[in-house]
């Protein structure tokens, strides 16, 4: 098939069953074209909690596709390659984060959402890159905090609001920590008007030099609200489509990263997502995602918690 039959039988397949496709920006362009919501992972946590739809396909990682299951435990909920997973989310495993709570007795927990549903069951309240600053500062000061699993969204917090009582668990994104400082310093030298923009997830030294720093939804409102022309795009290049959707008449540079053989600026787990396994998924309703009601009742407080922090 081509891919516009493809796109075009997988409309036909939506409508039929009445699914609802969720798609986060990382995704090809292709993909992002048939969902039908697409966004941050904080707001599609939302969304995948108010929908009202029989089906969910998740067109992202597998923690995406976990955490619309807790929150739509009535649902059926696919996701075309359960395999997609997330280097972050892969750092932290549920009984190593359990080791450091015994260590570290009278913390609260608070879990970046990528994170697995067992590791999201042990956390008091989860967050993401655009309300983690909102969720630790909504825990009083003299509270202890764990923060898991990003060590670089847990620095950048730390640094905001001067908190000395963070333990940071120590996992990193690896596309978001291969961008290269040099060549980014580099490219701002020939185009000295272009802002930086950057996703916490970076390291310090990329976060220091940027113009904005914020969520793949922040950065896209950035790009919209600031009056510059030309950005510098220091996060997964899937950002991009919609970048040039939104806002035609500016220009988006991806950011270079050390290794240039290779495209490093491109997260593999969300790029397994294609056109040919979403129709699959449909037409055959599987794989489906399934969670213990135990498990998935521990994990739900913890994104109601960080849903519920305004
Ligand atoms: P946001 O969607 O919260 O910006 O997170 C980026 C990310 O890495 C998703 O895996
Ligand atoms: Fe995980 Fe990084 Fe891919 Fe996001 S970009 S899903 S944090 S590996």
Redesign the pocket.
């Known amino acids: 098939m081509t891919k516009d039959e493809l796109k075009k039988r997988i409309i036909e397949l939506k409508r039929e069953k009445g699914a609802v496709i969720l798609a ?3 995704t090809t362009g292709d993909v992002q074209e048939v969902a039908d919501f697409l966004g ?3 707001a599609l946590s939302v969304k995948a909690r108010d929908i009202d739809a029989p089906i969910i396909l998740f067109a992202g ?1 597998n923690f995406m596709a976990e955490t619309a299951k807790v929150l739509s435990p009535d649902k059926k909920v696919l996701i075309p390659v359960p395999e997609a997973g ?1 280097s972050l989310a892969e750092s932290c495993e549920a009984k190593d984060l359990a080791n450091l709570k015994a260590q570290y007795p009278g913390h609260k927990v608070v879990s970046y959402v ?1 994170t697995s549903v067992g590791v999201k069951a042990l956390t008091d309240v989860c967050c ?3 309300n983690a600053l909102k969720v630790v500062e909504s825990i009083p000061r003299e509270q202890p905090i764990i923060f898991a699993p990003d060590r670089n969204l847990g620095s950048y917090i730390q640094q905001i609001t001067g908190r000395d009582n963070m333990v940071i668990w120590d996992g990193a ?1 690896n596309v978001h920590e291969e961008f290269s400082l040099e060549k980014i310093v580099e490219l701002k030298e020939q185009h000295p008007d272009a802002k930086v923009v950057v ?1 916490p ?1 970076c390291k310090a030294s990329l976060v220091e030099i940027a113009d904005y720093v914020g ?3 922040g950065i896209l409102d950035y790009c919209g609200s600031s009056t510059s022309k030309e950005f510098i795009v220091v996060t ?1 290049s899937g950002i991009l489509v919609e970048m040039q959707k939104r806002y035609p008449d500016k220009k988006f540079i991806p950011a270079p990263t050390v290794d240039t053989t290779v495209k490093c600026n491109e997260c593999r787990y969300m790029k397994m997502i294609t056109l040919e396994n979403i129709l699959s998924c449909l037409e055959q309703e599987a794989p489906e995602v399934s969670i213990d009601e135990s498990t998935r009742k521990a994990a739900e407080q913890s994104i109601l918690n960080m849903v519920a922090i305004k």
């Open positions: 986060h920006y990382y941050d992972s904080l990682v997330c990528n993401t890159s655009t994104c996703h997830e969520s793949t939804a997964e």
